[in-house]
């Protein structure tokens, strides 16, 4: 059963980079996209972006400026860094396994797309 | 567009059937993930693909898909299920719905 632990610094100040990481145990890592999903207080989810194992990366385009996803394939992690936060910036982060599949029907394919396990989420916090 | 419009509340009757919908350009060729969400957890992935659910998921939760409306159903609702419902899709970008939040009266 594949679990997602990850880390990193809680409090920041604006201007700073924040910077998690995600440890992926029990399973694959090749074969899956690996995320970074975002929720502020209060509110709904956000992507941030993701990679695979060959470090291949999607981000969000509201947040590409900002973003570096990057893989560590020794040690089966994926880490996020965030550059220039603001008070906005201020979220519960999680880690996601993304999966990818098609559907092959006669009348044209579907595709679908689904994001578990998750990680226990990190919340940082940016204030001055 | 890439965006997908959840209603912000429903609620439903303990032991009733309620209905989520997930409104967007994209579920024409994706089919629609589900995620519940408890107050201070995680999302958990209750439905994925076409109408599948992982392992522990109760049989009551079901997905179905018709155009661009993707819809999550709980049959018989528990006061357990109530919680924050996301939608989810990949079309241009990866998107979430805005999220329903369901009360169990």
């Known amino acids: 059963q594949v679990q997602l632990q990850q880390w990193g610094a809680g409090l920041l100040k604006p201007s700073e980079t924040l910077s998690l990481t995600c440890a992926v145990y029990?399973?694959?890592?090749?074969?899956?996209?690996w995320s970074w999903i975002r929720q502020p207080p209060g509110k709904g989810l956000e992507w941030i972006g993701e990679?695979?194992?060959?470090?291949?990366?999607n981000y969000n385009p509201s947040l590409k400026s900002r973003v570096t996803i990057s893989v560590d394939t020794s040690k089966n992690q994926f880490s996020l860094k965030l550059s220039s936060v603001t008070a906005a910036d201020t979220a519960v982060y999680y880690c996601?396994?993304?999966?990818?599949?098609?559907?092959?029907?006669?009348?044209?394919?579907?595709?679908?797309?689904?994001?578990?396990?998750w990680g226990q989420g990190t919340l940082v916090t940016v204030s001055s | 567009s890439s965006e997908l419009t959840q209603d912000p509340a429903v609620s439903v009757a303990l032991g009733q059937t309620v209905r989520i919908t997930c409104q967007g350009d994209?579920?024409?060729?994706?089919?629609a993930s589900w995620y519940q969400q408890k107050p201070g957890q995680a999302p958990v992935l209750v439905i994925y693909?076409?109408?599948n659910r992982p392992s522990g998921i109760p049989d009551r939760f079901s997905g179905s898909s018709s155009g661009n409306t993707a819809s999550l159903t709980i049959t018989g609702a528990q006061a357990e299920d109530e919680a924050d419902y996301y939608c989810?899709?990949?079309?241009?970008?990866?998107?979430f719905g805005g999220g329903t939040k369901l009360t169990v009266l």
């Open positions: 996601a396994r993304v999966v990818i599949r098609i559907y092959y029907y006669g009348s044209g394919n579907v595709w679908s797309n689904w994001f578990d396990p």
């Open positions: 029990g399973g694959s890592f090749s074969g899956y996209y």
């Open positions: 990679i695979n194992h060959s470090g291949s990366t």
């Open positions: 994209s579920l024409r060729s994706y089919y």
């Open positions: 693909g076409k109408n």
């Open positions: 989810n899709s990949r079309g241009q970008r990866v998107v």
